[in-house]
C-alpha cells in the first residue's frame, strides 16, 4: 500500500480512537448524549461517526442538539424576562 493509502485510511480511524478515549478520561460516562456528542463535535468528529460511537443515528443526534440549543434559547428570555421584572419593581 503507498502512503497515501494508508494516511487515508487508519488516519480516521486513529482519530476516532483517539476521540473515543478523550470522552472517557474526561469522565463523561454518566453524562447524557447530548453532552457526548457536543464534546465529540468539539474534537471535530463528524455526526455520522458520533453517533455510531454513541449507539444511535445521526437524525437522532441532530434532533438532541436543536432541542438543547433551542433550550439555551428558552432560558436566556425566561432570565431576561426576570430581570426587567425587578428593574420595574
Avoid at 21 to 47: H, P, W, Y
Wanted: charged letters at 25%; proline letters at 2%; aromatic letters at 4%.
Amino acid at each position: 500500500m503507498s502512503e497515501q493509502v494508508v494516511e487515508e485510511l487508519w488516519l480516521p480511524v486513529i482519530g476516532r480512537a483517539l476521540a473515543y478515549l478523550c470522552m472517557q478520561n474526561a469522565e463523561m460516562g454518566s453524562a447524557t448524549i447530548v453532552r457526548k456528542a457536543q464534546f465529540l463535535r468539539g474534537l471535530g468528529l463528524d455526526v455520522g461517526d458520533v453517533a455510531q460511537m454513541l449507539g444511535t443515528t445521526p437524525a437522532s443526534i441532530y434532533e438532541l442538539m436543536r432541542r438543547a440549543k433551542n433550550s439555551r434559547k428558552k432560558g436566556a428570555k425566561q432570565n431576561a424576562s426576570t430581570k426587567r421584572k425587578k428593574r420595574q419593581a
